[in-house]
C-alpha cells in the first residue's frame, strides 16, 4: 500500500476543465464542501458533474460558474434551505445544461460505468417525460425473450469521484459511517477517487472490521484529512445541523454574485473550512 | 378552532396510513403525517428514506431532511439509495408513500422539474434547458410513483398547481387516465388521494380522473372549485372532512416537537 496523504489544493489541481465529476453525500449530508470551495477557487471551466442528489459541492461549482452539464435526480436542500440556488440560478441563465434523471437513474448509469458496460436499465422511469426530454441519456429497450420494455441509461463514468467519509487511512482506506447513499458505487464508476475524511485512523481498525470498509485503498488516488470538511452541511455522527447561518450567508452569495467575496470573508473567520 | 389548517391537513392524510405498512415519506409535512399515523393508530408502520435509513422515528424534532441525523439515530439498519428506491420501491413492495409537487393535474400526474414559459412539453420546443423556474427535479418520487401499491399526493390548493395537465411529467400519476397505467406495466397502483388544505381529491375508478371527495370544516364547494384549474368534479356525497380529536392532536403536536405546523 502507498501512502496517499495530501493536502486539499493538491488534490483539488487533479481536476481539470472538462472533466466530469462525481461528489458524494446526499443533498447538505456529507458532501465534500471543502474541496469544493478548494476547486472554486481554480475557476476551473466546462465540468461536467453527477451525483443523485448533489449536494453543497456541486451547488457552489455551479454558483462559481465551473459547471457546464449536471446529471442529477434532485437538487434541493430541502426543507428549511429550499432550492440549490446556484444550480437554479445556472439553469435558469442558460449556463448550465440539466439532464434529469431520478435519482436511480443517475446511481444506474453509475453502475454502467462501475460495470463497463455501455447502459443499464433502471426499474420505472417510463411513461415520465423524463425519458423524451433527455434522448441523449435514456432509451427504451425490449427484451426479445419476453418482449418486456424497459428503459435503460447510458453509462457514466467520472474522471474524479470525491468522497467525504467519517474515516479513513493514509493509503485510502475508507468508512462510511451511516447510509452509503450512492458513493460505494460512485468510486468503482470513476477512473480516480479522492478521499476526504473527518479523521485519519489506523489501518489495523480496517483490518479489525473489513466489512465495514466502504471503499478499498487502490481504488483510492489521494486522501485529505478535512475535519469538519462538510459544513455548513452535516456529517453522521460529527456533526448534526446544517450551520444555519453560513448556510444563509452561502444562499445570499450565490443570490448576489458574491460566491469569491464569501469564500474569502468566511474563512478568514474560520468558520469555513 | 384549536388547530391550525396544516395539522388538519397533516391529520387527514396520516389517516390513510394502516397499521402494518412498508411507507417511504418525504419531508417536512409529509414525514409528520406519516409518523403522526404511527404513534396515533399504525404502531406497526415501518418507514425507510430513499438515502436508506431503515426503521427508524424521528428524535428531537421534524427533522430538516429525509437524511438528517434526527432520523438516524434510532434506525435498524442503514443501506444505500439502489436498495432503497430500485429494490424496495420501484420493485412493488412499498404499500402507501406521500409527495408532494409544485403540480398536479387531473388524473395525479405530477410536476417537480420545471415551470416552463411554453407550458406543456417544453423540449418539443427547444426550450427544455431554459426553464422560467427550475425545481428541484424527480428524485426518489418517479420509483415511488410507479412502484408504491398506493400513494398520497399533498399539495397547497392553488389554480396554477391544479392544472388541468402538468407542464412535464416528472413522476406519472395515471398518465391519461383509464388503464394508460396498465400500458407500461406499473408494480404500483397510482395515487390514492391529494389531500390539500381545502379537502381531499380521489380518482373516479374507472376514469381515473380525480373529483372532490371531502372538504375542511373552513372551506368550501367554491374554494375549492375557483382554485382547482380543471372543471373538478364532485361527489354527490361529498362529505365534510371529521375535525381532528383532542388525541389526534395531542399525537401530531408530539411528533412536531418543534411546532413547524402551527408556524
Redesign the interface.
Known sequence: MREKLTTLAKAAEKIQDGMLIASGG????RSPVAFGIELAKLKRKNLKHCA??PGLLADILCADGAIDTIY??????????G??AG??KG??A?EI??V??????I??AL?AGAKGVPFHP?????????I??NPDFYFVAESPIDK??VVCVKALVPDYAIVHVQEADVYGNARIL????????MSRAAKHTIITTERIVDTQSFIDRPKETTIPHFLVDAVVHVPKGAKPG?C??EY???DAFLMSAYLSAVKEDGLPEFIVKYQKKGVLI | MDYTKDEMMAIACGREFKDGELAIFGVGLSMLAGYFAKRNHAPNLTAFTEGGIYGSTPVGGLPWGIEDNRISANATSFTNAIDALSMLVASGRVDNAVLGCAQVDKYGNINTSGIWEEGKQPWKSGRYNLPKKRLNGSGGANEIAIGAKKYLIMAKHQKFRFAERVDYISSPGYLNGGKDREKYGYPGGGPAAIITNLGILRPDPISKEFFLDAYFKYSSLEEVQANTGWELKVSPDVKIVPEPTPVELENLRFIDETGFLRK
Open positions: 446526499n443533498s447538505l449530508v443523485a442528489a442529477f435526480g434532485f437538487t434541493s436542500f430541502e426543507t428549511e434551505y432550492l440549490a444550480m437554479r439553469v435558469q442558460g445544461r440539466p434529469e434523471g431520478a435519482c436511480a437513474a446511481i444506474e453502475k433502471v426499474a420505472g422511469m417510463w411513461g415520465s417525460d423524463l423524451e426530454a418486456v420494455k451511516g447510509p452509503e447513499f450512492q458513493d460505494k458505487i452535516t453522521y455522527n448534526e445541523f446544517p
